[in-house]
């Protein structure tokens, strides 16, 4: 089919030229005197995104999934406590994990479309007198329901406990697109992939440890080897890596880290606000609803829209595909063929996620939906419209 197919999934995420021409080099000896010059700013600049100053960051080899077994057996012993709250696929999978590592994970189900119970959680928190809740694992942004988390609730339920259980956070959709404090909210560990808001192909697993969590490792008994972080805090010192990086990579993390900084953090969280909000609308007027039950849980980088009764969400994603090039994300586990979800994350703007909602709205009365058409468009243009930043008239 002539032209592109337009990428709307939470995740690869579109990648700017600039990044794809930063990643286009020739290999390099990651031994070679100067291969510290790229790689300890890296790591410094890395902690602007995560907004820490006492964190250290890491940058491995690996994904996502990766980064929860980072967090979990560099900090943690087998048997300890953790606590977690399942509401989406990726929240289901970090816990499916820490069982499968052999910590004793207590869990809450909540419905699907929420996100943490922060009255609950601070109430079992000050039941857990003994203290033997040694992490929480909270998915700041659940990517499969389209719900993000208040993880400055989280520390304030936290601190209103008094209790020292360290708090790890999920922020594979949520960091470089989110606003996410890793200092003011007292995360212990951030992790993300490079697949999502770093706009990169997957293949880092980008996490930032407290000081906190860095003391951890000394006692925690887990077994560790090719994720041990002791064997990056030793290299990255000078400058290097335990093992054979992936150099493209590192060039691509270095320059969208550079257009994340020359954006501005607080106008990357912005921007991604108002494209979302723009989505809301187009849902809205559609008639439909999200996956998300409530606007405080409303994700800035993805929308999970529900299909009404009696259709399957998986043939609007079918016809957007194979009529009109458009990738639509799918459904997961228990929400699959009951909503389709359009990513809005990264580098995106507004004429682009319009092709994302014109595809979908096609898709839609493909398959029967009775949406009005141009509705959703129409609305997500005025409000982008209306909220476009002043030109000077010619």
Known sequence: MPGRTHLYVPGPTNIPDSILSAMHVPMEDHRRPDFPELIQPLLEDLKKIFQTKSGQCFIFPATGTAGWEIALTNTLSPGDKVLAYRFGQFSHLWIDMARRLGFDVEYEEVPWGEGVPLDRLEARLKADTKHEIKALLICHNETATGVTSDL?????????????????????????????????????????????????????????????????????????????????????????????????????????????????????????????????????????????????????????????????????????????NLSLGAGLSEVAGKVFRIGHLGDLNELMLCSAIAGAEMAMRDVGIQVTPGSGVAAACEYWRETAPAVKPR
């Open 152 to 324: 400055a609730g989280v520390r304030k339920a936290l601190d209103a406990a008094n209790h020292p259980a360290m708090f790890f956070v999920d922020g594979v959709s949520s960091i470089a697109s989110i606003d996410f404090r890793m200092d003011e909210w007292g995360i212990d560990i951030g992790l993300a992939g490079s697949q999502k808001g770093f706009m990169l192909p997957a293949g880092l697993a980008l996490l930032c440890f407290s000081q906190k969590a860095l003391e951890a490792r000394h006692t925690a008994k887990s077994r560790r080897c090719f994720l041990d972080i002791q064997d990056h805090i030793t290299n990255n010192a000078s400058g290097y890596f335990p093992y054979t990086p992936s150099i493209p990579l590192l060039y691509g993390l270095r320059k969208a880290i550079d257009l994340l900084l020359e954006e501005g953090l607080q106008n990357v969280f912005a921007r991604h606000q108002r494209l979302a909000e723009g989505v809301r609308r187009a849902v809205k007027a559609w008639g439909l609803e999200l996956c998300a039950r409530d606007p405080k849980w409303y994700s800035n980088t993805v929308s999970a829209i529900v299909v009404p009764q009696g259709y399957d969400a998986r043939d609007v994603m079918h016809y957007a595909y194979h009529r009109y």
